[in-house]
């Protein structure tokens, strides 16, 4: 077997691609203005600017004035939670809404609200990792502020009713905010018709650089200014434009969101192939809804093994994977998502999550079922847990 070098890791971050970086490039060293300047370098590198804003905010359905460039999917979570939490919070609203199985991005903004005096509630995950809508309007309150969801989750992939929840939150005269980083590319967005009123994204999961995202925010929404001084962003959040990676993040949306529905009918059989093969391991488990689920993602707990001796073992099969989020890898926590949807710790500890999108050919989902057999009974001969499995005895 010849080795291979597989990327499958695509929901960790993306490599730039040719397109977004040859957009990028002229903005480095000769459109290099500053976009706030009056000669024509800076006009320029303004108009470049103006035009990424149209860009994001089309494949998404917005107005270009809806779309505020930030850092990063983390920054746009952060303001878009704070700053409602901080406006609404004044007039006595200081109840939020989320699930308890978001990102930290998330998560860590929302517990740091709580320590400042806010009330949160966390909405449950069912066992396949989806969220009932119903029981997002049973525990909203006449103090809440905000509802923030996920579209799709980071380690699993399942796509939650984003639309339905939108709805109860407008019926209910309750803001809506929903973490689409892992959405944007892989699923049809169209904020005004779903009735969302922010939407957090990051550049670097959908082949832009590292370091650039952006916040929609319906028009007719006031959040606080997040950065204070010079006018950029209308003001809202200050500081230089980072031109060449807004320009990058244009080209990127673009091009993700066009030809969704193609690009899924090419990974999907690709990812169903791996998840059928890997599935065919005894004691092993797929983690979320088989269908209502990105179309690059898998996630499979295989029993009797840990995670990140998997994972450095595909390593060295040239397959780069993750086991839960590259966020909690390197504590020995298991990951919070897991434990969610019900995975005793034992379990989620051993759990693989592969994140695909085109150019894993089918010959690589070949090698990488080839390898993944080896690899789990090489590990599985080396595990007290396994042997104790194995002959009937807890190991609890
Ligand atoms: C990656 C990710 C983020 C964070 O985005 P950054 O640009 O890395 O800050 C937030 N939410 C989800 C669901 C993600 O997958």
């Not at 009056?38 to 470049?48: H, S």
């Not at 699923?187 to 969302?196: F, P, R, S």
């Not at 890898?329 to 005793?344: A, F, N, Q, R, Y």
Request: proline share 3%; hydrophobic share 40%.
């Amino acid at each position: 077997m010849e080795k291979r070098f597989i990327y499958a890791d695509n929901a960790a971050t993306t490599a730039v691609s040719e397109e977004v970086l040859n957009a990028m490039l002229p903005h480095f060293r000769t459109s290099y203005g500053n976009a706030s300047s009056i000669y024509e370098l800076g006009r320029n590198a303004q108009r470049d600017v103006e035009n990424a804003r149209a860009k994001v905010a089309a494949a998404i359905g917005a107005e270009p004035n809806e779309i505020f460039f930030t850092s990063c999917g983390s920054e746009s979570d952060n303001w878009a939670i704070k700053g409602t939490a901080e406006r609404l919070g004044k007039k006595g609203k200081k109840h939020i809404i989320t699930s308890v199985f978001e990102h930290h991005a998330v998560l860590h903004t929302t517990e740091y609200l709580e320590k400042q005096g806010f009330e949160v509630t966390y909405v449950p995950v069912d066992e396949k990792g989806l969220i009932n809508p119903e029981d997002v309007r049973n525990v909203i309150r006449e103090d809440t502020a905000l509802v923030t969801i996920m579209y799709a989750n980071n380690e699993i992939g399942t796509i939650q009713p984003i639309e339905e929840i939108a709805a109860i939150c407008r019926e209910k005269k309750v803001l809506f905010h929903t973490d689409a980083v892992q959405a944007v590319g892989h699923v049809e967005i169209d904020v005004h018709k779903q009735g969302i009123d922010m939407l957090s994204l990051s550049g670097h999961k959908i082949h832009a650089q590292k370091g650039i995202g952006a916040l929609y925010v319906r028009k007719g929404i006031a959040l606080p200014n997040l950065i204070h001084g010079g006018g950029q962003e209308r003001g809202k959040r200050a500081g230089t434009e980072n031109v060449p990676a807004i320009v990058g993040l244009g080209v990127a949306m673009e091009s993700a969101c066009k030809n969704i529905a193609e690009k899924a009918a090419v990974i999907t059989p690709r990812r169903n192939r791996l998840i059928d093969g890997i599935l065919q391991l005894p004691y092993t488990r797929l983690n979320g809804d088989r269908d209502k689920r990105l179309p690059g993602n898998l996630n499979i707990s295989i029993e009797g093994i840990e995670g990140e001796s998997l994972l450095l073992m595909l390593d060295m099969y040239g397959i780069c994977a993750s086991s839960g989020s590259a966020c909690t890898s390197g504590s020995l926590d298991p990951s919070h998502v897991l434990l969610s949807i019900g995975l005793k710790h034992e379990i989620a500890h051993g759990s693989l999550r592969l994140s695909i999108e085109e150019d894993v050919t089918d010959e690589d989902v070949d090698y990488i079922l080839e390898v993944i057999p080896k690899v789990v009974d090489r590990l599985r001969s080396m595990s007290p847990v396994w042997e104790k499995m194995m002959k009937g005895e807890s190991y609890e």
